[in-house]
C-alpha cells in the first residue's frame, strides 16, 4: 500500500478514502454484472429482461451513491449547510413568480382584463397593465 502512495504521490487522507471507493465500486459492479448475466439467462421476454435490467442499474447507482457518498463528503458539512440556507432563500425570493406561473399553466385560456382568477387562497383581478402599477393585477385574500 505504500508503495501505491508513493508511486502516485498520494497524499494519506485521499487514499484513505480511494482504497474503500475501489472496494464498494468492484463488488457493486461484479454484483451487477451476475445480476444480469442471471436475467439474460433466465428471462426470454426482451420487455421483462430490460426492465429487471433497468431496476438493477437503478439499484446499482442507488446503492453506489448512498455507500460511497459519504465517504467523500465527510468534512463539509459547513458546505452543505449553506447550500441549503442559499436554495432556501431563492425558493422565498421566487415564490410569487412561481405562483404567477403555476396560474398561466393550469388556465386553459389567456385572461384579458377584468377577469378574477383564483390561485390558492389569494383571488386575482386581471387589470388593464398600462393603467396599473405594471404588475396586471390586484390580489386579495379570499375569506372563507
Known amino acids: 500500500m505504500q508503495l501505491l502512495k508513493d508511486y502516485f504521490n498520494l ?3 485521499f487514499f484513505d478514502r480511494l482504497v474503500p471507493t475501489l472496494i464498494i465500486f468492484i463488488l457493486l459492479s461484479a454484483g451487477k454484472f ?5 436475467i439474460k439467462k433466465r428471462t ?5 429482461a430490460y426492465r429487471r435490467r ?5 439499484t446499482y447507482t442507488i446503492l453506489l451513491i448512498l455507500l460511497i457518498g ?6 463539509i458539512t459547513s458546505l452543505t449547510t449553506f447550500l441549503g440556507l442559499a436554495s ?3 425558493a422565498v425570493a421566487m415564490h410569487d413568480t412561481y405562483k404567477v406561473k403555476k396560474a398561466n399553466f393550469y388556465e386553459k385560456k389567456p385572461h384579458t382584463s377584468f377577469h378574477r382568477i383564483l390561485v390558492d387562497l389569494h383571488q386575482r383581478d386581471i387589470t388593464d397593465p398600462k393603467h396599473s402599477n405594471g404588475a396586471g393585477y390586484n390580489e386579495t385574500m379570499v375569506n372563507d
Open 11 to 13: 497524499s494519506p487522507e
Open 88 to 90: 432556501a432563500g431563492i
Open 34 to 38: 451476475f445480476c444480469d448475466l442471471i
Open 54 to 58: 433497468r431496476a438493477g442499474l437503478y
Open 70 to 75: 459519504p465517504i467523500w463528503t465527510r468534512g
Open 44 to 48: 426470454s421476454d426482451v420487455k421483462v
